[in-house]
């Protein structure tokens, strides 16, 4: 047996996307700890790194979707349509490490596989896959919350003589130009992927299990006058992001849909369908599609004539069209609809006609049918959330394994912290904001690095919440969820797209601004709900 070196730094830091990014240089820069980051990625970028799928784009606005901690960053990075594609953000997150001189403090192609609190020393003993062992007083779990990749076992895959690729590990530049391609899964991704492969490929035969609501983006060339109007009107941009729900740079509107005539109703749903944005289309039309059933409705319905008039088959508009309540994260495309219409595109709806099994040639559905395939494509999604955390051995207080202590629902208090595990943090942990989520990422990492100065100043030598608090902040998230149709909805923001995961309220559905507020609260009122415990009482 070889003699393993154990390490000693301050703080470590799980993920080097947004979260781990500026949490390192948070650490590190301004609080002066010596922090180390590790990422199972052979570079930064987190979700920007693994998802490099064609057609891969931010839905959120290009001049927000990044960093706002930093004037000079702002003013210095720039873009080139109102979205922003997944290798400019790979490039924008690389130059930030590098700007900031980062990666000499972070482990790529480095997986964290356990994390154990050490109850008589008060430090956290994190091992990896190459056998290294740090211990440190902190650790900041930026893991991400849509990472952990759900990649369905499907009957026969193994037999299949074809390519499979899920779209969270898309290698890089792999073309599928010229093969005969299957795509399984029509959310966000892929719809996405399925747009971009359809022009492309020699056939495409889209498996559609659930067809979803969708918008279109209304990605747009922008000139350099309008990104230098919004450089100088930033300060005011992201003050109002940080004090609006959702964090998107529109205003959010309060208007009740059933106020206005149905005319008017369906002039601002014009409007905002040729506007673009998924959740402009949701929250900046009216105040109430997310709450109200009949507003739900008519937002429903106004999709569903769309999707009647894009695509020109009616029975693969039949197939296409979604049913139901519009109440999941909303889509917005650059033309999927349109694909349709393609004569190298088929639809195959699968809840009618379910996949049977994969064959060396293809996909066999049970009305007997081979649809033969180069390439299967999986859109899956992911296990969200709390998936990450459940793939590393993670004890806190007693050897208490985060499965057990997530048995029923995982919880947090404030969606950053959990009670047993001692100055552990979690950047878009459970119960958390559902919002643009930089800026939410932000407030979280300069919460948690703020509480880490204030121990570090205090004598402090273990922060951890009370179990009373957590239990209050699930009941707040889930009260204002079940105030919301999000809950009527099966998606991964309840855990619902996992077979076998209990489905539960993980995120905070009141808006960043009170979120931020309450952040603040709880800080400014002495940690309320945390049990802060100073050296001379923990030592043993
Ligand atoms: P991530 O970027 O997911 O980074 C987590 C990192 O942790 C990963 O690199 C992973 O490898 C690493 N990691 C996990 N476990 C371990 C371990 N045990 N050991 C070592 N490393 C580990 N959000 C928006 O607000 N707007 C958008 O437009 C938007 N578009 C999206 C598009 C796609 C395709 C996807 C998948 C998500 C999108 N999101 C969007 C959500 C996006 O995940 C967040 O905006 C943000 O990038 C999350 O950053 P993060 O640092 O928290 O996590
Ligand atoms: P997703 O929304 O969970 O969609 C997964 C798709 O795969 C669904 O259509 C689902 O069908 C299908 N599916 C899953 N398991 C299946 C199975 N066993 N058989 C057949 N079909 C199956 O995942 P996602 O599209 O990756 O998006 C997740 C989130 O990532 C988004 O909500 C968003 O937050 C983010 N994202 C954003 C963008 C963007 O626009 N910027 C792009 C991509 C992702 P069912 O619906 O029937 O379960």
Redesign the pocket.
Known sequence: MTAQTTHTVDAVVIGAGFGGIYAVHKLHHELGLTTVGFDKADGPGGTWYW?RYPG?????ESHLYRFSFDRDLLQESTWKTTYITQPEILEYLEDVVDRFDLRRHFKFGTEVTSALYLDDENLWEVTTDHGEVYRAKYVVNAVGL?SAI?F?N?PGLDTFEGETIH??AWPEGKSLAGRRVGV?????????VITSLAPEVEHLTV????P?YSVP?GNRPVNPEQIAEIKADYDRIWERAKNSAVAFGFEESTLPAMSVSEEERNRIFQEAWDHGG?FRFMFGTFGDIATDEAANEAAASFIRAKVAEIIEDPETARKLMPKGLFA??P??DSGYYEVYNRPNVEAVA?KENP?REVTAKGVVTEDGVLHELDVLVF????D?VDGNYRRIEIRGRDGLHINDHWDGQPTSYLGVSTANFPNWFMVLGPNGPFTNLPPSIETQVEWISDTIGYAERNGVRAIEPTPEAEAEWTETCTEIANATLFTKG???IFGA?IPGKKPSVLFYLGGLRNYRAVMAEVAADGYRGFEVKSAEMVTV
Do not use: E, M
């Open positions: 998802n891969a784009l931010s839905d959120t849509l759900n369905p499907l779209t969270a399984i899964g029509t959310g966000s991704t892929g719809q996405q498996f559609v299990r659930t979803q983006v998924g999941k994260r889509l917005c699968i996949i859109a899956t999604g992911f969200a099966d998606s991964w797209n």
